[in-house]
């Protein structure tokens, strides 16, 4: 099973949009694990096969793709969270996932 972990700077903001996610896994019959947690807290949630961080972690992209090389980190779209818009972050998580990349 997949972990997708989504990070912020406090781990709150995040917590509707892993809500909304779920249940978008859910419906769609996706078996995942989604947390969300303070960018402090990212190492002690190995293992993980995605990062996605809330928009204003997006300084901090650079920094974690160069440590942790062999997953995908990513920036959650502004939108899409602004919306909390479950479906579509999902969507980008398992895409990200499938590449690899």
Known sequence: MKKILLACAG???TSMLV???KESARTQGV???IDA???SDIADQKPFDIIMLGPQMGHAEGDLAAEYPNI???TIDMMDYGMMDGDKV???ALELMEKGA
Do not use: D, I, K, N
Request: aromatic share 6%; net charge negative; proline share 6%.
């Open 37 to 39: 947690v303070a960018e």
């Open 72 to 74: 995908p980190v990513t």
């Open 90 to 92: 999902l969507a980008t």
């Open 19 to 21: 809500e909304r996610m």
């Open 11 to 13: 781990g709150f903001s």
């Open 31 to 33: 078996e995942v694990v």
